[in-house]
T-cell receptor, first 116, second 114 residues
């Protein structure tokens, strides 16, 4: 979805380096998410944020941190990258006002990260 | 959230309807059925969702059985660009959307053949 952008799209780094992945959205959504996808597996939730002051851990948050700089921006950091963090990373957004009971998530194009 | 079972792969001829099944026999009354698809290494794309009634939008139709234990996603006229992995996800609905975790399984790889 062109309304959700991720930078960089591809990144190769070395073990121990600090890496930041950025996500921006123009959809005006209040909620943002970070997922990772490993080959042959589904997506797994790393962190999610329901608004600028509300950040929550997902199922695999160890080794990652996030920052919600503004409603439209949500960054994922790997403080000290390790090879098993090599994966495809996706950002997603949703609008809490779209539905009382369940909101739909819209995904960015992904960042392919390789840690050597 | 309830688990789902999907066939690992399916073929469909271009121009024909693609019917993708999903079993969710342990679904609860407050759980929605969502469908997403992922075209090779791109971000997952939302297709459709429903609770009890059948739903249709510009992309697809969703047929949910009366007991809600299974559903079928229908792409009415499949094209080569519909080749993708299709994920059926069952997700709890709570007031205010308090829990919005999407649990992706391994999905069904739909191959549309020319």
């Amino acid at each position: 979805d062109a309304d959700v952008t991720q930078t960089p799209r591809n990144r190769i780094t070395k073990t121990g380096k600090r890496i930041m992945l950025e996500c921006s959205q123009t959809k005006g959504h209040d909620r943002m998410y970070w997922y990772r996808q490993d080959p042959g597996l589904g997506l797994r939730l790393i962190y999610y944020s329901f608004d600028v002051k509300d950040i929550n851990k997902g199922e695999i948050s160890d080794g990652y941190s996030v920052s919600r700089q503004a409603q439209a921006k949500f960054s994922l950091s790997l403080e000290s990258a390790i090879p098993n963090q090599t994966a495809l990373y996706f950002c997603a957004t949703s609008d809490s006002m779209a539905s009382t009971w369940a909101d739909t998530q819209y995904f960015g194009p992904g960042t392919r990260l390789t840690v050597l | 959230d309830a688990k789902t079972t999907q066939p690992p792969s399916m073929d469909c001829a271009e121009g024909r309807a693609a019917n993708l099944p999903c079993n969710h026999s342990t679904i609860s009354g407050n759980e929605y059925v969502y469908w997403y698809r992922q075209i090779h290494s791109q971000g997952p794309q939302y297709i459709i969702h429903g609770l009890k009634n059948n739903e249709t939008n510009e992309m697809a139709s969703l047929i949910i059985t009366e007991d809600r234990k299974s559903s079928t996603l229908i792409l009415p006229h499949a094209t080569l660009r519909d080749t993708a992995v299709y994920y059926c996800i069952v997700r709890v609905a709570r007031y205010g959307g308090a829990t919005n975790k999407l649990i992706f399984g391994t999905g069904t790889l739909l191959a549309v053949q020319p």
